[in-house]
C-alpha cells in the first residue's frame, strides 16, 4: 500500500510539473478568420493558434473596434463577437490575444466599409466566376496553382474600382495579382504590386461596353497555399494610387488632386489636428469611402505646389524653407526645379517624401548653390528616398531639382521635398523583442533591453514606463551620456491583477531645462522572406505588457560584499526558488556594461543554486553596476531584480620584470608590488601563462609587501622561444569573498 501510495504521489507530482510547463506556454496566434468586417457590424470571428486555454482578452493598438461573447473553443481556438463601430478607420487593425499566462504575438484584422460576403467554390474555371454586386468586399484564399473568377456586370462608361488585401494582411508570403476581362473575353488590364498597396493590386476601370465582366484573382507566380488569405474590393469607391499635396498643416484646408483615378475631381481636405509625421487619412467623396487610407505628411511648415512648367533652372518655382515643395514627376525625363532665399549660416533637414509615401518614384535630390556649386545631393538615404543635410554656406537664391533615378516618370509620381530646422529628438526600441511584448507573473519581474536613438544630441537619458497596468512597476534608470542601451525591469506585485495594456516606453532629457523626448518606434514584422528578408512589418509605439498568473519559479543573485577589480573575475551565486517546477533552468547576461563579458549556466534539475562567470577588463570605468542575469525555463523567461556590482581598480598591482634564460637553466623573476587599498592577511600569488617544463612556487605577500621573487625551474627540454603572457594572479579574501586580482602579460625568453 505504501509502495502504491509513494507511486501515485512521483506521477501526481510529475503530472502537477507537466501542467505547470503546459500552461506556461506564450499564446502564439497564428490566424484570425475571417480576415475582415463591414463597419457597424457585429462579426463572429474565430482566433486560432495555440496556448488558447486560458484566454481572457483581446488587446488592440487602435481604437473601433470591442469584443464579446469570448468564449475558448480549445487550447488552439477562440470564438469572439467583434463589435465594429460606424466610424472605425478602414484597413488592418492590429490585435493580440491575451491569456492568464500571457500575450500572444500581433496579427491583423482588416475593417471595410463594403457589404462581406464569402468565397464560394468552385469559381475556377473562368464558366464557374461567382457573380458578385458592386461595392462588395469577398474574403477568399487562394491554394497552390488556384485562380478564383468573379463576374460583375457594368454599365457602358460605368467606372469600377478593384482593390486585394492579401501580402497587407500580413499572414504570409502572398504576392496576388489581378487581371480583368472584358464581356469578349479579352484581357482589359493586368496589376500585380501597386505602390501605394505594396505588394497589393489595385485599379480603376471606366467600361466601354456593357456585359459581364470578368475579375481573375490569383497568386502573381500561381503559387499559393491555404493560408494565402485575400479581400478583394469591387465597388464605386475611389481609389486613388497617389495624392499632390502629400501634406499639409494640422487643421488647414487643402486642395488635393488624387492621383490615379481619372474620375476624381480635386477636392477640398480638412487636414487632421494631429500630431506631426506621417499619417493615414481616409480617401472619402461623394463615390464613397476607399478599402485603405492614404499617407499624408502632418507638418508645421507650409508648402508650395509646383507651377508648371518648371523643367530648367529659370523656370524654378519659387518657395520659402523652412516648408516643402510638392509636385509630379509627369512624364519620363521630366525634372522639377524650385528656389528659395538662401540666408548664409542656416543649416536645414532636407526629405524627399514619395516612395516611403505610396509614390512609384526613386527620387534624386540635387541643391545648388547660388555661385553654381552642389551644395547638396542625394538619391538613397531614406531607403528608396532622398534625404541630406544643407549647410547654407552663401547668401542667395538656392535651387532645388527633383527627378526619379531611372528618369522615370508618370501621373502618380507624386514627391514632397521637406526642409526643416535641425531639432534635436530621441525614439526608443527593443532589443530581443521582436513581437514588442512583454509578459511579467506574479510576484516576478522580466526585462526590456531599451535601445534609445539619440538625433543631434547626447546627454543622459530616462527610459520610463508609462500607462503600465495596474500592480506592475519598472524604475525609470538613467542612460549616460555616449550610451545606447538600457536594461529595464518591470516588475509585478504578488496580487497583480492578471491584465493587459498598451504601454509607452519613454526617452526624456534628464535635464529639466531641454526636455527632449520620445517614445518607441518598433517595427514588428509580419512577413518574413528569405534570409529573414522583411516582406511587411508594421511599426508600433507601444509595448503590450500584461500581468500573468504565478510562475513555478523565480530567482535572485546573491549581492556580492566586495568589488571586482580591473582584469578581475569572480563567480556570482544565482539562486532559484521553485514552486512546482523541478526542470532545469538556463541563466545568461542578455546586457552587460562596455568593459564586462559573461558567461552562461544552468540550474540542474532538483537544485536551487549554481554560480554564473563575470568578467571585468581593464578598461571598464569604476563605478557601481546594476546588473541582472535572465533566467529561462518552462515557457517563461524571467530575470534576477537589478543588483548592485562595484567595480574598483586593482587594490594591488603587479609589474613582472622581463626575464631571459636558456633551456635547464633556473632564472629568478622579480615582480614589483604597489598598493592602492590596504587589506588584511597573507595571501599566495600565483604565476601563470608559463610554457611547459618551467614551474614556479606561489609567494606569499601582504599589505606592506613591495616586491615578490620567484625562482623558476626551468627543465633541459622546456620549449625555447618568447612567452609574452606570463602574469601574477592573487585572490584577496575579504568578508569571506575573493577579490580576483591579475596583472598585464610579461616576457619570459627561453634560449
Known amino acids: 500500500m505504501g509502495a502504491q501510495r509513494g507511486c501515485f504521489c512521483a506521477l501526481l507530482a510529475l503530472c502537477l510539473a507537466v501542467c505547470v510547463q503546459a500552461g506556461a506556454v506564450a499564446p502564439s496566434l497564428g490566424q484570425i478568420l475571417p480576415r475582415g468586417g463591414q463597419r457597424g457590424a457585429e462579426v463572429p470571428v474565430t482566433f486560432s493558434g495555440s496556448g488558447f486555454t486560458d484566454a481572457v482578452d483581446l488587446v488592440f493598438h487602435k481604437s473601433g473596434i470591442t469584443f464579446k461573447d469570448l468564449a475558448v473553443a480549445d487550447d488552439n481556438n477562440v470564438k469572439v463577437t467583434l463589435v465594429i463601430a460606424p466610424d472605425c478607420p478602414v484597413g488592418t487593425q492590429p490585435v493580440r490575444v491575451h491569456t492568464r499566462t500571457g500575450i500572444s504575438n500581433l496579427q491583423l484584422f482588416s475593417v471595410g466599409n463594403l457589404k462581406e460576403i464569402e468565397e464560394t467554390e468552385p469559381n475556377n474555371p473562368e464558366s464557374s466566376a461567382a457573380a458578385i454586386e458592386l461595392n462588395t468586399t469577398v474574403n477568399g484564399v487562394i491554394a497552390s496553382e488556384d485562380v478564383d473568377f468573379f463576374a460583375v456586370s457594368l454599365e457602358a462608361g460605368q467606372r469600377v474600382a478593384v482593390e486585394v488585401e492579401g501580402l497587407r494582411l500580413g499572414r504570409v508570403l502572398f504576392d496576388p495579382k489581378v487581371r480583368f476581362f472584358d464581356p469578349t473575353g479579352h484581357e482589359l488590364l493586368a496589376e500585380d504590386d501597386t505602390q501605394v498597396c505594396r505588394q497589393d493590386p489595385a485599379f480603376n476601370f471606366v467600361a466601354k461596353d456593357a456585359g459581364r465582366h470578368l475579375i481573375a484573382l490569383s497568386e502573381a507566380s500561381y503559387g499559393g497555399s491555404g493560408d494565402s488569405n485575400y479581400r478583394l474590393h469591387v465597388g464605386t469607391f475611389p481609389r486613388p494610387l497617389s495624392v499632390t499635396p502629400l501634406g499639409g498643416v494640422p487643421g488647414s484646408t487643402v486642395e488635393v488632386s488624387w492621383l490615379g483615378d481619372p474620375v476624381l475631381a480635386k477636392q477640398s481636405l480638412v487636414v487632421p489636428a494631429v500630431d506631426y509625421g506621417t499619417q493615414a487619412i481616409p480617401i472619402q467623396t461623394d463615390t464613397g469611402l476607399a478599402p485603405s487610407n492614404m499617407p499624408f505628411r502632418i507638418s508645421q511648415f507650409p508648402s508650395v505646389l509646383e507651377a508648371e512648367p518648371n523643367n530648367e533652372p529659370a523656370q524654378a518655382t519659387a518657395g520659402a524653407v523652412a516648408g516643402a515643395f510638392e509636385g509630379v514627376i509627369e512624364a519620363p525625363g521630366d525634372v522639377d526645379f524650385f528656389q528659395f532665399p538662401g540666408v548664409n549660416g542656416n543649416v536645414w533637414d532636407v526629405r524627399v517624401w514619395a516612395r516611403a509615401l505610396g509614390s512609384p518614384l526613386d527620387s534624386v535630390l540635387t541643391i545648388t548653390a547660388p555661385s553654381g556649386g552642389v551644395a547638396a545631393s542625394d538619391d538613397d538615404a531614406a531607403g528608396i528616398d532622398s534625404a541630406t543635410r544643407l549647410s547654407v554656406g552663401e547668401d542667395g537664391p538656392y535651387t532645388v531639382a527633383v527627378q ?10 507624386a514627391y514632397r521635398v521637406e526642409f526643416t530646422p535641425v531639432q534635436a529628438g530621441l525614439s526608443t526600441k527593443l532589443l530581443e523583442n521582436r513581437p514588442a511584448s512583454l509578459t511579467v507573473p506574479q510576484g516576478n519581474q522580466s526585462y526590456l533591453l531599451v535601445n534609445v536613438a539619440r538625433r543631434d544630441f547626447d546627454g543622459p537619458i530616462r527610459v520610463e514606463m508609462l500607462d503600465l497596468p495596474a500592480g506592475l512597476a519598472a524604475a525609470g534608470e538613467v542612460l ?9 525591469i518591470v516588475t509585478a506585485a504578488p496580487d497583480a491583477p492578471v491584465a493587459a495594456a498598451l504601454t509607452r516606453v519613454h526617452g526624456v532629457q534628464d535635464q529639466p531645462d531641454n526636455p527632449v523626448q520620445g517614445d518607441l518606434d518598433q517595427e514588428v514584422v509580419l512577413v518574413y522572406g528569405q534570409n529573414e528578408t522583411t516582406f511587411y512589418g508594421l511599426n508600433v509605439d507601444r509595448l503590450a505588457l500584461a500581468a500573468s498568473e504565478a510562475a513555478p519559479f523565480k530567482v535572485n543573485m546573491v549581492a556580492p560584499t566586495v568589488p571586482i577589480v580591473h582584469a578581475g573575475a569572480r563567480m556570482l551565486t544565482i539562486k532559484a526558488t521553485r514552486a512546482g517546477y523541478t526542470g532545469p533552468i538556463d541563466l545568461r547576461f542578455p546586457w552587460l556594461p562596455n568593459g564586462m563579458g559573461g558567461g552562461t549556466a544552468q540550474i540542474p534539475a532538483d537544485q536551487d543554486t549554481i554560480e554564473i562567470r563575470l568578467e571585468v577588463r581593464r578598461d571598464c570605468p569604476p563605478g557601481i553596476y546594476k546588473l541582472f542575469v535572465a533566467a529561462t525555463a518552462a515557457g517563461f523567461q524571467l530575470c534576477t531584480p537589478l543588483t548592485p556590482i562595484e567595480v574598483q581598480e ?36 600565483n604565476l601563470g601563462g608559463l610554457p611547459k617544463g618551467v614551474s614556479a612556487e606561489p609567494q606569499p605577500f601582504t599589505k606592506d609587501t613591495a616586491e615578490l621573487r620567484f625562482p623558476l625551474t626551468v627543465a633541459a627540454d622546456a620549449p625555447a622561444g618568447k ?12 568578508n569571506n569573498e575573493p577579490i580576483v586580482h591579475v596583472s598585464s602579460g610579461a616576457l619570459l625568453t627561453i634560449y
Open 404 to 413: 526619379d533615378h531611372l528618369k522615370r516618370g508618370g501621373p502618380n509620381f
Open 650 to 685: 586593482p587594490w594591488a598591482n603587479f609589474q613582472i620584470a622581463a626575464a631571459e634564460t636558456e633551456q635547464g637553466k633556473p632564472v629568478e623573476l622579480v615582480v614589483a608590488v604597489t598598493h592602492r587599498v590596504p587589506f588584511e592577511g597573507s595571501f599566495p600569488v
Open 723 to 734: 612567452f609574452e603572457s606570463i602574469f601574477a594572479a592573487s585572490d584577496l579574501i575579504v
Open 480 to 488: 549616460p551620456a555616449g550610451q545606447s542601451t538600457l536594461p529595464v
